[in-house]
Structure formats: C-alpha cells, structure tokens
C-alpha cells in the first residue's frame, strides 16, 4: 500500500525553488525556514517583505498565465534560471487557501511575452494596468448596459498618430488627462461608444479618441474569427511599438497584442 504523498512525492523531488501565489501571512511564513529552497512570492504587493518577489500586476484569472508571468518575471529577474524545477503553489479555487500545486520546469526560449507586455512595452507598466483596468470594467459593465467595444493603442503615440486619421473632432485635443484619473475612466466610457480608437501617450496621456488605424497589415496574423478592430490592433502593435488593448463588442473579451501578436486574452466577468 503506498500513501498518497509517496505517490505525488515525485512532483517534489530535487526542484530547485518554490513559487507562493499570493500566499497569507502564516502560510508564507512555513514556508521561510525551509533549508535548501528558495521561496520567491509572486502577488499584487509584496505584504509579507519577501526578499524574492513577482508583482503581479493583474489578478490573472487563468493559472497558467499566472505561472507563465510569474515565471517570466523570475527569470527576468535573475531569481531563476533555465532548466530549474519550480513547485508553483496557487489558488485556483480558493480565495484564502493556496489549493494548487503544479510542477514547471523553467525555460528561457519559450517567451510567451506576458511578462514583457507589462515591463518591455514602451509605455510605463502602470499605464499599461492602468488601460487593462478601464477595459475590463467597460467589460463588465458595458455602456448603458449594452456590450461596447473599445480599442486603445498606449505608447509610441507619435508613430501611432502618423499611421492613423481623425474620424471626428478630437475631444482630447487640448486637454492634459491621464488615463488612471477617475474622470478619464468616465470619459473614456463615455467615447467608446464611437468608432475609431484611442491613443495614448508612453506616460498615459490621453492623445486622441476616434483614430482610425491604417497600419500596413501584411503578415499579421491574428486568430481567425476576430475582425477590423482586431486586425487593426495586431497590425498597429507591429508597426509601431506601440501596445493595443482591445475590448471585443461580439464577445467580450479583452486582449492585449504586442509586436503584431496576440499576447493575453481576459475575460472580464472573473474580475
Ligand atoms: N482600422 C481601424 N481603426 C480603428 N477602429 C477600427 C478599425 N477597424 C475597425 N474599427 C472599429 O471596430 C469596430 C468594430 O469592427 P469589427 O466588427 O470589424 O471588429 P471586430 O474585430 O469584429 O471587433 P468586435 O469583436 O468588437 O466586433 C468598428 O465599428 C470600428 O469602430
Ligand atoms: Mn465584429
């Protein structure tokens, strides 16, 4: 008769490092006096002044995206290095308790780019987070109850500005907004409800609402099934540095394109 730990024993053995999905006070701290592995945590804030720490800078609903941005952050970081073992323990059902363990093995060519969306994009990680959140509570809440869609197109606003036109009068034209401001968040929703996208500066300045894109296009290849305001995102993300966030009116999800390729997908309604 075997034991269960005997059975899933090999899941542990010989890893190199644990990583702590935002793990509570307690929980982290059976974890520091462990001898010979190194314990990184990977939360929104670093509560528990961990010496190896991820910011994670969304609450991914999705495990997987959270091991690979936490993972990519680590690497990044040098906290871990190709080849090692991980025991990654996260909450995948629970809000208190971590519930799941899952055993990955780091390594460096598989870039997903989820890491570098938030820290590599030429706009500030904050600014970055900051366009995810309006377009997950637009999301969530749509406008005026209906599902809108939404396109914003954050960094290297200058080439951005020069690949793109007005379709209509620019209400940002002369003001100095930044997106993260609760009044932007109530005009940005108040916009969305017309065509075109948004543009918005490396610093998060509101540049202009209403763009319509027109980035060369050829070989971006985005999912099949997504239309213009995808293929424009994707094609834009490409040709610029520039990151798109989109918001989908058809299906409501968020995606985020970064070098012409899809990078992240989100689903609003588990925020
Ligand atoms: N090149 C573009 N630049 C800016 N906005 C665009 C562009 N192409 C389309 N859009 C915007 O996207 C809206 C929806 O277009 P379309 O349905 O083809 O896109 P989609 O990718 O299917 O997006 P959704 O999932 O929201 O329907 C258009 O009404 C327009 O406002
Ligand atoms: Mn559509």
Redesign the pocket.
């Known amino acids: 008769m075997s034991d269960v730990s005997e059975l899933f024993g090999d899941l542990f053995t010989d890893a190199d490092g644990i990583v702590l999905f935002s793990p509570s006070s307690s929980y982290y701290q059976t974890f520091t006096d462990l001898e010979d592995l190194d314990v990184i945590v990977a939360a929104p804030d670093n509560e528990h002044g961990a010496d190896r720490f991820v910011e994670l800078p969304l609450a991914f609903e999705d495990v997987a995206d959270q091991l690979t941005f936490a993972i990519e952050g680590a690497l990044d970081d040098d906290l871990v290095e190709e080849g090692d073992e991980l025991i990654c323990g996260a909450k995948l059902f629970s809000d208190d308790d971590i519930d799941t363990v899952a055993r990955v093995r780091v390594s460096a060519g598989e870039n997903s780019g989820i890491y570098d969306l938030f820290t590599q994009s030429r706009a500030e990680p904050s600014v970055i987070r900051a366009v995810f959140e309006v377009a997950i509570e637009l999301g969530q809440k749509g406008q005026k109850g209906k599902p ?4 914003f197109v954050v960094g290297d606003a200058g080439k951005v500005m020069n690949k ?1 036109r007005p ?1 209509s009068y620019n209400p940002f034209e002369k003001s100095h907004v930044h997106v993260g401001d609760p009044i932007v968040t109530v005009m940005l929703k108040e916009f969305s409800r ?4 948004f543009v918005i500066s490396d610093a998060g300045k509101i540049v202009s609402a209403y ?5 060369a296009a050829e070989g971006v290849d985005i999912p099949k ?9 994707g ?2 993300t490409r040709d610029t540095n520039a990151t798109a966030i ?6 409501g ?1 968020v995606r985020a394109f970064k070098g012409g390729e899809l990078i992240l997908e989100i689903d609003p309604e588990n925020y």
């Open positions: 809108v869609g939404a396109l793109s379709l017309l065509d075109g996208a763009r319509y894109l027109e980035p099934g997504l239309g213009a305001r995808h293929m424009a995102a094609a834009i989109v918001l989908s009116e058809s299906d999800l």
